[in-house]
């Protein structure tokens, strides 16, 4: 019930395509959905979040997109660089402290 | 902004030594958190402060483990004695405060126990 479950778990995309990963949750009191980019000997950082009373949110080449029917959420990276390349999280949280966390991406662009 | 500040960032160190990891917060963040990462489990929450008061500390492996928070503007995260199964990176993290705002994480301090 707690789970976000991430995938894949690992991608490879050639330069200026679109990186695509999915998310998918069973608790529907959650209701924040953010997105944490890592880079290698960094801590996550916050990419990206969205509420579910929206179903996109677009900040630059990074968009969400929201299912709030079939629990799902996805990110996706238009015209992908080879500076974003880096391990994605998907996570989620229901009001509290607590951020429940997908397993991660490793996203590979290739020049 | 000089953001989350953890030291040391590298620590080696042998089996059954006292380990102590350092973690200095945002000014003004109320909310604290050590995550354990590897590449087995992922991102683990350790423990969780709120105004320098731990909340949930469900997430320590066992009693070898303990934090404090002395003030609002440090913590520490002590392993007595280490062992090679605590080889992993720690983060601590803070933020404004408990929910539905970014995490701020620190770089890390990568452990590894021999």
Redesign the interface.
């Known amino acids: 019930q707690q789970q976000v479950k991430q995938s894949p778990q690992s991608l490879i995309v050639q330069k200026g395509g679109i990186s695509i990963i999915n998310c998918a949750y069973e608790n529907t009191a959650f209701d ?1 959905f ?1 997105w ?1 980019q890592q880079f290698p ?6 990419l990206i ?1 969205i509420r579910p009373d929206v179903s996109e949110k677009k900040e630059g080449r990074f968009t969400i997109s929201f299912n709030k029917s079939a629990k799902q959420f996805s990110l996706h990276i238009m015209d992908s660089q080879p500076g974003d390349s880096a391990t994605y ?1 998907c996570a989620a ?1 229901s ?5 429940i ?1 997908g ?2 991406t490793k996203l590979i662009i290739k020049p | 902004d000089a953001g ?1 500040i953890q030291s040391p960032r590298h620590e080696v160190t042998e089996m059954g030594q006292e380990v102590t990891l350092r973690c200095k917060p945002i000014s003004g963040h109320n ?1 604290l ?1 050590w995550y354990r990462q590897t590449m087995m489990r ?2 683990e ?1 350790l423990i ?1 402060f ?1 105004n320098n008061v731990p ?2 500390d469900s997430g320590m492996p066992e009693d070898r483990f303990s934090a404090k928070m002395p003030n609002a503007s440090f913590s520490t995260l002590k392993i007595q004695p280490s062992e090679p199964r605590d080889s992993a990176v720690y ?1 601590c ?1 803070s933020r404004l405060r ?3 705002v ?7 301090t990568r452990l590894t126990v021999t």
């Open positions: 924040y953010p944490y000997g960094k801590g996550p950082a916050l979040a999280f949280s009001g509290n402290y607590q951020l966390w397993a991660g | 989350v909310s958190f992922g991102l929450l969780y709120n909340i949930d983060f993290a408990d929910s539905g970014p995490l701020h994480f620190g770089n890390g």
